[in-house]
């Protein structure tokens, strides 16, 4: 029996560069019911979050020009972003180091790209938010 | 006697030693001595017989018997000291015998002869021994000492004459030595310039016409083909022309009968045949030649001639010397012919070697270059010049992989020199140009035989692998990045299919749901194959990280198998970890690396067990230097064939019973590489029937 969506449970943005995965994520996350905004860069990324003020940030590491951490450092520099939640999606591995990092950046979940289904994602992503309530 | 008498015969014995002197001093030979001596002998000695002895080496060879039973001719020589000549030539001193009824000594001829008396005096010149002359009669006679003096004198005269005929034979002979050691070395001189046919050739034919005061030489070798024996340049005194219309069949004229017949021949009178050919040679004014057949190893060459304006201009006695003089042209003939074809031969394998693309050098034993082609010229900067003599190890120096020089004495070629056994090498090895640079090699190197079958050198091939080095690393790098981008069409698909079976996209009948599980099952392959791809890549590529730290391994265990816990469950299967009784000591390793082959071992192990249990023990070898992580299961077992092979890459088991769900072969590979790289093992033991256990240990971390 197919689950009906509750509708609109907030604004995801996904930051990823890789469309296929991008747009997969887009689906998973529309069927659920939450409204995405996809983003290719950090650069376009940090426009759309000032512009969309979306309730979580889905990001990848491995960015074109600007990665993942330097996004970071800006996202939560600005007022408006820095306790917006952020999941890190990576295909690099769980190392501490990059572990500790992201630490740094009060990042809510740390995801292996490969590892990991969109579905984990989407479950994660709904305790994130409703623990902020 | 009386006064007159005894001057008359004094007079006569006068006259008879004039005679002896005359015959001695004029007699040519020894044969024309003995016979008119032993006459006046005779006579002036009034004696009834006589014979003469001469010494040839230890033996009396006897030469004359007169008024003897030539019987006595047959006897055997007699050696010295045996009989009464043999006693006289070996003590030099004469002896006379008045009774020879007596004399038990005495020959059978002689005795049988009826001889009576005889004298035995010995021949002697210059103090040397020449032989001894007996002289007999048949009556009973009493020899005066004045008999033994005057045949002494006799004999004395005879033995200077033999002496000097003797002495004129051997100056004769001692010319004709000197005159072939003359020839002899005169070609032997010319045969330091051995390897240049035409100068030598010339020059023998040169030496040879002017020892026999001839003025045209000329070689003609036998063409196989036709069967012709053919002038070959240079010739000697003749035009080219001449030399080369100087065409024999094998069976006409002097030049075919010296090459048939195997000996040297000489016409003072030339025959028809010999004429038409001089004729057809345009080679006029020959009134006199001589041929022979150049021999080597019983195969005839050809044959060479000596041609000579004057009439009679060869002697019979001259066919020794010639003969002689021309088996060594025939031996120098043979040789520049056998050079001239290995020189043939060596072009013709230089031109091969030249056009491999592959670099060919060959050292001698004392590992000098004798040989380097083209290719090593272009691929080391050398000039074949610069490098021919020198030690091969100053000039090429061989590097190992990491680039460092391999010392002489450790280079596979030195090996193969001793050895002699083949040494084949495809990676490890960089040669060193010129400019210092190296380029990595694949080479062959092998032991050079002498006909004896004894190691003269070594020759090495070798060929530059950069190209193919980048030809790898472009593959490597290829599948490398092909792998890794198709990481997120599988990530997309993966996430797209869960959302049709979690129903989120509608309602899915029960075939659809069926089918698109298949496809997500094969999707799920694909991942795994895709993953085990990279960690292949990145292990081969050495780019896969190892970032080795102290690890609690039971944690490691405890956290991994909690995630495995729901498929064993599906499975009916036991998975458990029998946690160590005391605490044991950390491991050095990487704690995603440790896991990685943790999880692929407990994966194996509950995708090959039906019923039973999976079970993960840790244990500290006795040294307590390391900690082994075992994975035991009560699956199906493997055989002992498999076992070997069980960690190669690619290796699948082929077994009915086992459902192959997944398997790359490559899982195991991986986790050996992984293994090792953190300084461990990776081993199994198992039992067909019964069930597996996969270990591997990594170092404890020291304290």
Redesign the interface.
Known sequence: ???V?PQNRGKILIVED?Q??A???Q??FE??GYQVEIAFSGTEGLDKAKSGQPNLVILDIMLPQMDGFEFLRHFRANPNTKDTPVVILT?L???KALLDEAQKFKVGAYFV??QI???EIARKVEEILQTLG | MTSTAKTRYNQKVLQSLYQISEISSQAKDLDSLWQPLFQQILQIMQVDAGTLLILEGNVLQRKVAIGLDPQIMQEPPIPLGKGISGKVAQSRKPQIISDLTREKTASAVLQQADLHSLITVPLQARGQLLGVLSIFTRQQRQFQRSDLELLSTISNQAALSILAIKSSDLLLENQRKLEQLDALNQISKSISSLFNFEETLYTTLGVMAKIFHSEKGLLTLLDFKTHLLKGVLPAFGLADNQALDFRVRTEEAISGQAFYRGIPILQNQIDSQTKEVLKRAHIFDVKSMIAAPLRVKSQTLGVLHLFSQSENNFQKVDLGLFSILTSQAAVVVNSSMMFSQIAEEKNKAEILLSSIGEGVYAVDKDLKLIFVNSAVEKLTGWLSEEVAGQRYSEVLPLLDKDKKPIAPEERPLKQVLNSGKTISRSQGYFLERRDKTSFPIAFTTAAIYNAQGKITGAIVAFRDKTAELEVEEMKKELISIATHELRAPITGMKGYLEMILEGQTGQVPAETQEVVSEVWQINENLAILVDDLLNVSRLEQGRMQFNLQPIDAAEQIEATLKTFQAQAKKKNLKLEFQKPTKPLPQILADPERYNQVLINLVSNALKYTIQGKVVVVLALDRAGRYLETQISDSGVGISGQDQKHLFEKFYRIKNAKTRQVSGTGLGLWICKQIAQRMSGKIRVRSQEGVGSTFSFNLPVVPR
């Open positions: 029996m197919p689950a969506p890789d296929v995965l747009r997969m994520y689906k998973k069927l659920d295909n591995g769980t190392s790209k490969y289904s969109a579905k």
